[in-house]
């Protein structure tokens, strides 16, 4: 039932996606007078359609391949590499027959709805649900992974400054894109010495492998009681929310991980639990029980909430930091410091993110990152690609004369082929990530 409901959460987002990126270029055609043939989600390859029908003179429909989506324009060379329209004459509402600017308005017309999309969905999720991270100046220190590890980091090192900059938030600034994509410089504290950690350029590759979780997690302290569950063993044996737990069954507890630790230990075992109330200690006593779980929160958490115009730029920001990471990321593997098979990933890959189970919050978040990052991955100068059209329009329009219908279709053709390449590289090294 969970890879039911992974496939279905995938094919929901990116059939919105599509659809979105598609609609972008049929609004832009049909505003400049331009006749759109065919809006098809997935391709109809071989003429293979699993539904369609008839609006206005435009066919719409969904096929069988699901790579995709397109929306065929009348007088214009594209993937479905129909030649025998272009040997006529040109005709009014044909794509050639229109102004470069408004044939470079409809190449862009997806690219900018996705835009749009990706600043809309984290625009609302920061309204909806405002920020939530960890305050660094609360914490003992972070208890580094695999990745942590290998680039020198040790257990209760508190990492002050990434690249000069102070930390004050454990995720924004700790766990950001910044470190993770490598050369970024750590200001640490160890042992009340400052230690300055590099992290390597191809540290890419590790983070792909083992995932980010892999460099650090946080070490809490144990901070002032925050929240107690109602009739949980916390709520029962007396633990008010401002109590400071010092110790449990005599032993003296400093960190929530020493905590967690002698809890399971005591597993089945009455607990004391020794606290400081209003500056006196208090022993408190919770009956025996087989569950570790207390119930009861004390994490350094900083929670902010946003007007509607104030998540605005904060959701912005959020969407183009994909762009950037993706370009971040595609400088990397060209300059040979991180492997296209680490660092790429396809739909296998995607679905994976997505998970068995369903989270709306992290639906819609993924669907604004996907949107901003087929943007980005469309605006590369790929002939197929919008990014390609765009480059031979911009080229047309500083030579005051269009590229020869030749040359575009065999541009076409390359571009195709790259696609097919690019996406048997990617289906292939998902397969082999999954069966490792």
């Known amino acids: 039932m969970g890879i039911i409901i992974m496939v279905l959460q995938v094919l929901l987002g990116l059939s919105l996606l599509i659809i979105l990126h598609e609609l972008g270029h049929f609004l832009a055609a049909r505003a400049f007078g331009i006749k759109v043939e065919k809006f098809y989600l997935f ?101 580094p992974g695999i990745i942590g590890q290998k680039v ?20 924004a600034d700790i766990m950001a894109s910044e470190v993770l994509m490598g050369d970024a410089e750590l200001t640490v504290e160890r042992a009340g010495q400052e230690v300055k950690i590099k992290m390597p ?46 110790s449990i069954n005599g032993l003296p507890v400093v ?43 004390n994490l350094p ?40 098979d680490k660092a ?6 995607i679905a994976t993110m997505f998970g068995t189970e369903v989270d709306w919050v992290r639906f819609w978040g993924l669907v604004g990152m996907l949107s901003m990052a087929l943007a980005f991955m469309n605006i590369l100068p790929i002939p197929a690609l919008d990014g390609g059209h765009v480059i031979f329009l911009l080229i047309e329009m500083i030579q005051g004369k269009p590229l020869s219908e030749k040359f575009l279709e065999r541009a076409q053709m390359v571009g195709f082929f790259i696609l097919v390449a690019l996406m048997i590289f990617v289906f292939g090294n998902d397969i082999f990530k999954l069966t490792k």
């Open 43 to 143: 391709f109809d390859a071989w003429g293979v359609k699993l539904f369609k029908f008839n609006y206005k003179g435009c066919e719409y429909g969904v096929g069988w391949l699901p790579l995709g989506g397109y929306v065929k324009i009348a007088g214009m060379i594209d993937e479905s590499m129909d030649t025998e329209q272009m040997k006529g004459e040109p005709q009014p509402w044909e794509f050639r027959s229109k102004p470069a600017w408004q044939r470079l308005i409809v190449m862009l017309g997806g690219i900018i709805v996705n835009v749009i999309v990706g600043i809309v969905v984290f625009w609302m999720l920061t309204f909806s649900y405002g920020t939530t991270d960890l305050n660094t100046k609360q914490l003992y220190g972070v208890k």
């Open 152 to 171: 020198g980091l040790q257990d209760g090192d508190k990492i002050l400054a990434v690249n000069g900059k102070e930390t004050n938030l454990f995720y």
């Open 201 to 246: 350029a191809d540290i890419l590759n590790d983070v792909s492998e083992h995932k980010k979780n892999e460099f650090v997690e946080p070490m809490f302290k144990m901070l002032p009681v925050t929240k107690i569950e109602k009739d949980s063993r916390a709520d029962k044996m007396g633990l008010a929310v401002g109590d400071s737990i010092v």
């Open 255 to 297: 960190q929530l991980e020493e905590f967690k630790n002698q809890i399971e230990a005591n597993k089945g075992k009455e607990i004391v639990l020794g606290v400081i109330r209003n500056g006196a200690p208090v022993e408190l006593k919770a009956a025996a029980d087989t569950t570790s779980i207390l119930g009861f929160a």
């Open 301 to 340: 958490l900083v929670q902010h909430q946003y007007g509607l115009l104030e998540s605005l730029p904060i959701g912005a920001a959020k969407a183009f930091s994909v762009i950037t990471d993706n370009i971040k990321g595609f400088g990397k593997i060209f300059k040979g410091e991180v492997r296209a």
């Open 344 to 349: 790429l990933s396809g739909p296998v890959g």
